[in-house]
């Protein structure tokens, strides 16, 4: 099960009446895995795939916790804007 939310970047001040109005440039995923082996290639992936669409270096915060039956994988990635967040949503 993958959870993807989008949430608001911190002092974004900018408001626009367009569906773009870069208030939410941060992606929140959270994953269920089998193994620690296959949360942190996950997690390789998912920095991939970031990497590939940002034009500033964005914000990774990343968090493995072991739960019953596996682990869960928590990943917060900041983007400086919220199509950098768009476009690494249509790669996942």
Avoid at 6 to 34: H, M, P, W, Y
Avoid at 72 to 78: P, R
């Amino acid at each position: 099960m993958q959870r993807i939310e989008q949430t608001s970047r911190c002092g974004s001040k900018s408001k626009a009446n367009g569906f773009l109005d870069g208030a939410e440039s941060a992606v929140q995923i959270s994953q269920f895995f089998t193994t620690q082996q296959d949360a942190e290639q996950a997690l390789q992936y998912f920095i991939q795939q970031a990497k590939q669409v940002e034009s500033e270096p964005c914000e990774i915060h990343s968090d493995i916790q072991p739960i019953k039956h596996g682990v869960v994988l928590d990943v917060k990635i900041v983007f400086c804007c919220e199509v950098e967040a768009i476009l690494f949503q249509m790669k996942i």
